[in-house]
Protein backbone atom coordinates (compact mmCIF):
# COMPACT_ATOMS: atom_id res chain seq x y z
CA UNK A 1 0.00 0.00 0.00
CA UNK A 2 2.44 2.06 1.05
CA UNK A 3 4.45 1.61 -2.44
CA UNK A 4 1.54 1.51 -4.11
CA UNK A 5 1.11 5.77 -2.60
CA UNK A 6 4.46 6.71 -3.10
CA UNK A 7 4.45 5.30 -7.07
CA UNK A 8 1.16 7.28 -7.48
CA UNK A 9 2.22 10.54 -6.11
CA UNK A 10 5.23 10.42 -7.28
CA UNK A 11 3.70 10.68 -10.77
CA UNK A 12 1.53 13.37 -9.76
CA UNK A 13 4.35 15.05 -9.09
CA UNK A 14 6.03 14.15 -11.90
CA UNK A 15 3.51 15.44 -14.10
CA UNK A 16 2.75 18.22 -12.34
CA UNK A 17 6.29 19.65 -13.19
CA UNK A 18 6.45 18.62 -17.00
CA UNK A 19 3.41 20.48 -17.84
CA UNK A 20 4.66 23.78 -15.66
CA UNK A 21 2.00 23.89 -13.14
CA UNK A 22 2.42 26.00 -10.33
CA UNK A 23 -0.16 28.59 -8.93
CA UNK A 24 -1.51 31.97 -10.22
CA UNK A 25 -1.20 34.41 -7.07
CA UNK A 26 -4.94 34.71 -6.99
CA UNK A 27 -5.32 33.21 -3.60
CA UNK A 28 -6.36 34.04 -0.51
CA UNK A 29 -3.79 35.17 2.12
CA UNK A 30 -3.38 36.16 5.94
CA UNK A 31 -0.44 37.42 8.05
CA UNK A 32 -0.78 39.01 11.48
CA UNK A 33 0.88 41.27 13.71
CA UNK A 34 3.24 40.88 16.61
CA UNK A 35 4.58 43.04 20.00
CA UNK A 36 7.43 42.05 21.99
CA UNK A 37 9.43 42.35 25.44
CA UNK A 38 12.87 41.56 26.24
CA UNK A 39 13.45 42.03 30.18
CA UNK A 40 17.18 41.18 30.16
CA UNK A 41 19.65 38.80 30.42
CA UNK A 42 17.52 36.09 32.73
CA UNK A 43 14.48 36.31 30.49
CA UNK A 44 17.72 35.49 27.68
CA UNK A 45 18.82 32.29 29.76
CA UNK A 46 15.31 31.21 30.22
CA UNK A 47 14.33 32.39 26.41
CA UNK A 48 16.77 29.47 25.80
CA UNK A 49 15.24 27.69 27.82
CA UNK A 50 17.99 26.94 29.67
CA UNK A 51 15.85 27.66 33.04
CA UNK A 52 11.95 26.98 32.42
CA UNK A 53 9.70 27.93 35.61
CA UNK A 54 8.91 24.91 37.54
CA UNK A 55 11.70 22.07 36.77
CA UNK A 56 14.92 21.16 38.84
CA UNK A 57 17.69 22.40 36.77
CA UNK A 58 18.94 19.54 34.51
CA UNK A 59 15.79 18.25 34.32
CA UNK A 60 15.34 18.99 30.69
CA UNK A 61 18.76 17.34 29.88
CA UNK A 62 17.27 13.54 30.05
CA UNK A 63 15.50 13.55 26.49
CA UNK A 64 18.37 13.50 23.45
CA UNK A 65 15.20 15.59 21.63
CA UNK A 66 15.67 18.57 24.29
CA UNK A 67 18.23 21.49 24.11
CA UNK A 68 20.31 20.51 26.73
CA UNK A 69 21.65 17.38 25.34
CA UNK A 70 25.28 16.34 26.32
CA UNK A 71 25.43 19.61 27.89
CA UNK A 72 26.53 20.82 31.26
CA UNK A 73 24.21 23.17 33.40
CA UNK A 74 26.52 25.32 36.08
CA UNK A 75 25.24 26.59 39.42
CA UNK A 76 24.08 30.13 37.96
CA UNK A 77 21.69 28.27 35.55
CA UNK A 78 24.18 28.63 32.47
CA UNK A 79 24.70 25.95 30.18
CA UNK A 80 27.91 24.75 28.46
CA UNK A 81 26.77 23.90 25.10
CA UNK A 82 28.49 20.72 23.27
CA UNK A 83 31.60 21.30 21.04
CA UNK A 84 30.47 22.39 17.66
CA UNK A 85 32.39 21.36 14.33
CA UNK A 86 34.56 23.79 13.08
CA UNK A 87 33.29 23.35 9.71
CA UNK A 88 30.10 25.08 10.78
CA UNK A 89 30.27 28.82 11.78
CA UNK A 90 28.83 29.82 15.59
CA UNK A 91 27.09 33.02 14.21
CA UNK A 92 23.38 31.20 13.18
CA UNK A 93 23.07 29.31 15.96
CA UNK A 94 20.12 29.59 17.98
CA UNK A 95 21.49 31.37 21.52
CA UNK A 96 23.63 33.90 19.54
CA UNK A 97 21.13 35.02 17.38
CA UNK A 98 18.62 35.35 20.68
CA UNK A 99 21.96 37.19 22.10
CA UNK A 100 21.24 39.66 18.70
CA UNK A 101 17.92 39.53 18.87
CA UNK A 102 18.16 40.81 22.93
CA UNK A 103 20.08 43.82 22.17
CA UNK A 104 17.01 45.01 19.58
CA UNK A 105 15.31 46.56 23.22
CA UNK A 106 13.01 49.24 23.11
CA UNK A 107 10.86 51.34 25.10
CA UNK A 108 8.02 50.10 25.64
CA UNK A 109 4.95 50.57 24.50
CA UNK A 110 6.92 48.91 21.34
CA UNK A 111 6.00 47.17 17.82
CA UNK A 112 7.43 44.34 16.59
CA UNK A 113 7.61 42.96 12.90
CA UNK A 114 8.78 39.54 11.98
CA UNK A 115 8.80 37.45 8.75
CA UNK A 116 7.64 32.96 8.53
CA UNK A 117 9.03 30.71 6.08
CA UNK A 118 9.65 27.58 5.49
CA UNK A 119 10.39 24.94 3.14
CA UNK A 120 13.01 26.15 0.68
CA UNK A 121 15.37 22.88 0.16
CA UNK A 122 15.58 21.62 -3.37
CA UNK A 123 14.03 18.95 -4.69
CA UNK A 124 16.14 15.76 -3.97
CA UNK A 125 14.62 12.36 -5.65
CA UNK A 126 16.85 11.96 -8.91
CA UNK A 127 13.98 11.85 -11.25
CA UNK A 128 12.42 15.10 -10.66
CA UNK A 129 15.45 16.92 -10.77
CA UNK A 130 15.43 17.28 -14.60
CA UNK A 131 11.82 19.07 -14.20
CA UNK A 132 12.29 21.02 -11.18
CA UNK A 133 16.47 21.70 -10.68
CA UNK A 134 17.93 22.57 -7.24
CA UNK A 135 18.72 26.13 -8.74
CA UNK A 136 15.25 26.93 -9.24
CA UNK A 137 14.68 26.25 -5.06
CA UNK A 138 17.57 28.20 -4.58
CA UNK A 139 16.37 31.52 -6.80
CA UNK A 140 13.43 31.47 -5.02
CA UNK A 141 14.89 31.22 -1.34
CA UNK A 142 17.14 34.10 -2.87
CA UNK A 143 13.95 36.16 -4.05
CA UNK A 144 12.53 35.79 -0.65
CA UNK A 145 15.41 36.79 1.43
CA UNK A 146 15.63 39.76 -0.83
CA UNK A 147 12.03 41.00 -0.33
CA UNK A 148 12.26 40.27 3.30
CA UNK A 149 15.64 42.91 3.82
CA UNK A 150 13.79 45.84 2.95
CA UNK A 151 10.93 45.34 5.93
CA UNK A 152 12.77 46.44 8.72
CA UNK A 153 12.21 42.78 10.66
CA UNK A 154 12.89 41.70 14.52
CA UNK A 155 13.72 38.79 13.33
CA UNK A 156 12.67 35.88 11.07
CA UNK A 157 11.85 32.32 11.70
CA UNK A 158 12.19 29.41 9.14
CA UNK A 159 9.94 26.46 10.11
CA UNK A 160 11.96 23.59 8.86
CA UNK A 161 13.26 21.76 5.77
CA UNK A 162 16.52 23.73 5.31
CA UNK A 163 18.18 20.86 3.29
CA UNK A 164 17.37 17.98 0.90
CA UNK A 165 19.12 14.92 3.25
CA UNK A 166 20.75 15.93 6.50
CA UNK A 167 24.02 16.14 4.67
CA UNK A 168 26.77 18.86 6.44
CA UNK A 169 27.67 20.24 2.96
CA UNK A 170 24.14 20.87 2.77
CA UNK A 171 24.08 22.87 5.66
CA UNK A 172 27.36 24.51 5.06
CA UNK A 173 25.49 25.44 1.54
CA UNK A 174 22.46 27.22 3.44
CA UNK A 175 24.79 29.25 5.79
CA UNK A 176 26.97 30.42 3.11
CA UNK A 177 23.47 31.93 1.36
CA UNK A 178 22.62 33.21 4.66
CA UNK A 179 25.70 35.10 5.15
CA UNK A 180 25.57 37.79 2.65
CA UNK A 181 21.51 38.57 2.38
CA UNK A 182 20.00 38.03 6.27
CA UNK A 183 21.11 40.97 7.97
CA UNK A 184 18.65 40.19 11.48
CA UNK A 185 18.18 37.59 14.04
CA UNK A 186 17.70 34.65 11.48
CA UNK A 187 16.20 31.34 13.76
CA UNK A 188 14.88 27.93 12.85
CA UNK A 189 12.67 24.76 13.17
CA UNK A 190 14.15 21.09 12.97
CA UNK A 191 12.36 19.86 9.73
CA UNK A 192 12.00 16.19 8.81
CA UNK A 193 14.74 17.04 5.65
CA UNK A 194 17.50 18.10 8.60
CA UNK A 195 17.20 14.55 9.88
CA UNK A 196 20.26 12.16 8.66
CA UNK A 197 19.48 8.65 7.95
CA UNK A 198 21.86 6.57 10.57
CA UNK A 199 22.90 3.44 11.85
CA UNK A 200 20.55 4.36 15.00
CA UNK A 201 17.27 6.21 12.83
CA UNK A 202 16.50 9.34 11.36
CA UNK A 203 18.65 11.65 13.66
CA UNK A 204 19.34 15.45 13.62
CA UNK A 205 22.89 14.94 14.13
CA UNK A 206 24.14 17.72 11.73
CA UNK A 207 21.33 20.22 12.95
CA UNK A 208 22.33 20.55 15.95
CA UNK A 209 25.61 21.00 15.10
CA UNK A 210 24.97 24.08 12.65
CA UNK A 211 21.72 25.83 14.64
CA UNK A 212 21.72 24.41 18.57
CA UNK A 213 18.17 22.61 20.22
CA UNK A 214 15.40 21.22 18.47
CA UNK A 215 13.09 22.56 21.30
CA UNK A 216 13.50 25.95 22.71
CA UNK A 217 11.75 29.35 23.38
CA UNK A 218 12.07 33.14 24.25
CA UNK A 219 10.52 35.95 25.21
CA UNK A 220 10.40 39.28 23.91
CA UNK A 221 8.19 42.33 23.77
CA UNK A 222 5.09 40.69 26.04
CA UNK A 223 5.50 37.30 23.92
CA UNK A 224 7.06 33.90 24.21
CA UNK A 225 7.92 32.24 21.10
CA UNK A 226 8.05 28.73 21.66
CA UNK A 227 9.55 25.84 18.56
CA UNK A 228 8.79 22.15 19.11
CA UNK A 229 10.02 19.52 17.49
CA UNK A 230 7.58 17.72 15.17
CA UNK A 231 10.23 16.50 12.58
CA UNK A 232 9.86 12.99 13.21
CA UNK A 233 6.47 13.07 12.65
CA UNK A 234 5.68 12.72 16.35
CA UNK A 235 5.81 14.72 20.22
CA UNK A 236 6.79 12.38 22.53
CA UNK A 237 5.27 12.76 26.23
CA UNK A 238 8.48 14.20 27.88
CA UNK A 239 7.95 17.15 25.20
CA UNK A 240 4.44 17.66 25.76
CA UNK A 241 5.89 18.06 29.46
CA UNK A 242 8.15 20.44 28.70
CA UNK A 243 5.91 22.54 26.10
CA UNK A 244 3.26 22.27 29.34
CA UNK A 245 5.89 24.29 31.66
CA UNK A 246 6.67 26.61 28.73
CA UNK A 247 3.32 27.89 27.90
CA UNK A 248 2.27 28.71 31.70
CA UNK A 249 2.77 32.51 31.53
CA UNK A 250 0.95 35.38 31.10
CA UNK A 251 2.50 36.34 28.35
CA UNK A 252 0.71 36.49 24.61
CA UNK A 253 2.18 33.23 22.83
CA UNK A 254 3.05 31.84 19.39
CA UNK A 255 4.42 28.39 18.84
CA UNK A 256 6.48 27.73 15.36
CA UNK A 257 6.79 23.89 14.80
CA UNK A 258 7.50 21.92 11.25
CA UNK A 259 4.59 19.26 10.91
CA UNK A 260 0.79 19.72 11.19
CA UNK A 261 -0.83 18.03 13.78
CA UNK A 262 -3.25 15.66 12.36
CA UNK A 263 -6.28 17.21 13.48
CA UNK A 264 -6.23 20.27 11.18
CA UNK A 265 -7.42 17.91 8.22
CA UNK A 266 -8.07 20.33 5.88
CA UNK A 267 -4.13 19.94 5.21
CA UNK A 268 -3.80 16.55 6.34
CA UNK A 269 -6.24 14.60 4.50
CA UNK A 270 -6.65 13.55 0.76
CA UNK A 271 -8.73 10.68 -0.34
CA UNK A 272 -8.60 7.71 1.75
CA UNK A 273 -5.03 8.65 3.14
CA UNK A 274 -3.89 10.33 6.42
CA UNK A 275 -0.65 11.89 5.43
CA UNK A 276 0.85 15.24 5.60
CA UNK A 277 0.30 15.43 9.71
CA UNK A 278 1.72 13.94 12.81
CA UNK A 279 -0.18 11.66 14.38
CA UNK A 280 1.27 10.26 17.97
CA UNK A 281 0.78 12.91 20.77
CA UNK A 282 -0.92 15.43 18.19
CA UNK A 283 -4.10 15.32 20.20
CA UNK A 284 -2.44 16.53 23.76
CA UNK A 285 -0.78 19.02 21.67
CA UNK A 286 -3.61 20.73 20.19
CA UNK A 287 -6.01 20.26 23.48
CA UNK A 288 -2.55 21.92 24.65
CA UNK A 289 -2.46 24.48 22.68
CA UNK A 290 -6.09 25.33 22.87
CA UNK A 291 -6.11 25.44 27.00
CA UNK A 292 -2.83 27.80 27.17
CA UNK A 293 -4.63 30.38 24.26
CA UNK A 294 -2.09 30.27 21.92
CA UNK A 295 -2.35 32.95 19.58
CA UNK A 296 -1.36 31.28 16.51
CA UNK A 297 0.79 28.05 15.57
CA UNK A 298 2.91 28.73 12.20
CA UNK A 299 4.04 25.35 10.01
CA UNK A 300 5.45 24.30 7.19
CA UNK A 301 6.03 20.54 5.30
CA UNK A 302 3.19 21.11 3.22
CA UNK A 303 4.10 22.64 0.48
CA UNK A 304 2.25 26.21 -0.03
CA UNK A 305 0.26 28.18 2.07
CA UNK A 306 -2.94 28.01 4.38
CA UNK A 307 -5.09 29.43 6.98
CA UNK A 308 -7.23 26.73 9.34
CA UNK A 309 -8.62 26.54 13.08
CA UNK A 310 -8.92 24.08 15.27
CA UNK A 311 -10.58 24.12 18.88
CA UNK A 312 -10.08 28.25 18.98
CA UNK A 313 -6.40 28.37 18.10
CA UNK A 314 -5.43 29.54 14.41
CA UNK A 315 -2.86 27.75 12.24
CA UNK A 316 -0.66 29.48 9.58
CA UNK A 317 0.75 27.30 7.04
CA UNK A 318 3.75 29.19 5.21
CA UNK A 319 5.85 26.46 2.98
CA UNK A 320 6.65 27.93 -0.10
CA UNK A 321 10.20 28.91 0.51
CA UNK A 322 11.27 27.31 -2.85
CA UNK A 323 10.64 23.45 -2.72
CA UNK A 324 8.48 21.90 -5.54
CA UNK A 325 5.06 23.01 -4.76
CA UNK A 326 2.04 20.41 -3.93
CA UNK A 327 0.60 19.84 -6.98
CA UNK A 328 -2.48 18.81 -5.73
CA UNK A 329 -4.89 18.55 -2.23
CA UNK A 330 -4.60 18.98 0.62
CA UNK A 331 -3.01 22.30 0.17
CA UNK A 332 -5.36 24.44 -1.53
CA UNK A 333 -3.33 27.78 -1.92
CA UNK A 334 -0.41 26.71 -3.88
CA UNK A 335 2.14 30.00 -4.24
CA UNK A 336 5.79 30.28 -2.92
CA UNK A 337 4.97 32.66 -0.04
CA UNK A 338 6.38 34.13 2.91
CA UNK A 339 4.61 35.70 5.87
CA UNK A 340 5.00 39.32 7.38
CA UNK A 341 3.32 39.37 11.11
CA UNK A 342 3.54 43.02 12.90
CA UNK A 343 1.80 43.99 16.10
CA UNK A 344 1.96 47.45 16.57
CA UNK A 345 2.40 49.79 20.11
CA UNK A 346 -0.91 48.87 20.80
CA UNK A 347 -0.68 45.26 20.42
CA UNK A 348 -3.39 44.50 17.36
CA UNK A 349 -1.19 41.58 15.74
CA UNK A 350 -1.76 41.73 11.80
CA UNK A 351 -0.82 39.29 9.29
CA UNK A 352 0.44 39.97 5.37
CA UNK A 353 1.25 37.67 3.05
CA UNK A 354 4.04 37.75 0.31
CA UNK A 355 3.36 35.84 -2.80
CA UNK A 356 5.79 35.16 -5.40
CA UNK A 357 4.71 35.06 -9.02
CA UNK A 358 5.90 32.65 -11.91
CA UNK A 359 7.05 36.14 -13.58
CA UNK A 360 9.05 36.96 -10.47
CA UNK A 361 7.05 39.92 -9.25
CA UNK A 362 6.22 39.60 -5.54
CA UNK A 363 2.80 40.94 -4.79
CA UNK A 364 1.50 41.79 -1.13
CA UNK A 365 -2.29 40.32 0.47
CA UNK A 366 -3.87 41.00 3.63
CA UNK A 367 -5.08 37.41 4.60
CA UNK A 368 -9.46 39.13 4.47
CA UNK A 369 -8.24 38.24 0.83
CA UNK A 370 -8.33 34.34 1.81
CA UNK A 371 -10.98 32.02 2.27
CA UNK A 372 -11.93 32.35 5.88
CA UNK A 373 -10.22 30.03 8.30
CA UNK A 374 -12.01 26.61 8.47
CA UNK A 375 -13.47 25.59 12.20
CA UNK A 376 -13.82 22.49 13.03
Known amino acids: MKWTVFVFSSWIWFCASVWGLSPEASWESQAHLFSIQFDGAQDLRRGLGLVVPGFTRGTLSTSSRFILRNSQVHGAGTVSPP ?7 QTWRTENQIRV ?34 KRSGEIFHRILKQAQGLGLDFSMHVGDLVSNG ?22 VVGNHELLETQGGNLPV ?45 LRKV ?10 TAWTEFLWLNEGGFEEGSQGFTDLLAERRVERVYVGHLHGFGVAEYKGVRYVLSAGGGSPLYPWKPVKHRFYNFVLVEVDSRGRLQETVYLLYKDGRMVTRPISDFAAPLRF
Open 167 to 188: KPEEYQAFLDVLEPKVSWPFLT
Open 255 to 264: VFTHTPPMQV
Open 206 to 250: HYEEAFGPLNYFFDFRGFRFVVVNTADYDITGEELLWLEKVLDTP
Open 83 to 89: PIPEEFP
Open 101 to 134: LGEKECPAPCSLRFAVMGDSRPERKWFLKPFYPP
